[in-house]
Each structure stands twice: as C-alpha cells, then as structure tokens.
C-alpha cells in the first residue's frame, strides 16, 4: 500500500523559508508524479506546485511562483519544496500527492483528480 508522508513544516516569521518533504513508500515501480496542495482554514484546497517523474516539467501556483521552488530525489523516493520569502497567507496545511503520470496530467495537475495517494498534511504557519 502506498505511504506519503510530510514533514518539514513549523512556524516561521514572514520572509522566512521552510523546506518541506514527501517520502513515498510502498510503490514498486512505474513513473509518478507528484503535487503539492494546500488548505487554509475555512478555505477549499488548492494547487501549489507539482513535478513529473523525472523533475523536468515543474509547475507553480501564481501566488508562489518566484518564491517556491519543488524537486525530487527518486533515489530517495522523495520530493520537496522550497519555500522562501513566506508570507503569512501562506499559512495552511500543506499535503503531497502523487499518481501516474499519464497524458491527462500535463493537462490537470492542478486538479485532484490525476492524484491517487495522499499523505496527512503538514502545518505551515506563518507569522506577520
């Protein structure tokens, strides 16, 4: 059964950084690629970034691009996102996603829908 699991989250002053990470267990093989949404509270759950299996194809939310930056190490069956210069509408809980990467991908990746398994989330709390 597949596993993701964050960490990497925490309280941080506006204009800090946070590095979080997603390790992913359980898979045998096959090429995955994986998202990054997040949850504010009272809010829907939305895209932040995602990345192809072979971290080529990398995209951004408006609202954090310049400012996250997401990568994987698929020795380590894990992806990250850098995120700098926070800023307390940042603040949410953020949750990995992976599922296959297949032609509709490229086209929804910022929807729910090519995701398969998620992990438990993360809180990121950012302080003015």
């Known amino acids: 059964q597949v596993q993701l699991v964050e960490s990497g989250g925490g309280l941080v002053q506006a204009g800090g950084s946070l590095r979080l990470s997603c390790e992913a267990s359980?898979?045998?093989?096959?090429?995955?690629?994986t998202g990054w949404f997040r949850q504010a509270p009272g809010k829907k759950r939305e895209f932040v970034s995602a990345i192809t299996w072979n971290g080529l194809r990398k995209y951004y939310a408006d609202s954090v691009k310049g400012r996250f930056t997401i990568s994987r190490d698929n020795a380590k069956n894990t992806v990250y996102l850098e995120m700098d210069s926070l800023k307390p509408e940042d603040t949410a809980v953020y949750s990995c996603?992976?599922?296959?990467?297949?032609?509709?991908?490229?086209?929804?990746?910022?929807?729910?829908?090519?995701?398969?398994?998620w992990g438990q989330g993360t809180q990121v709390t950012v302080s003015s």
């Open positions: 359980g898979r045998t093989f096959s090429r995955y690629a």
């Open positions: 996603a992976d599922g296959l990467e297949t032609p509709d991908f490229y086209v929804y990746y910022r929807e729910e829908g090519p995701y398969d398994a």
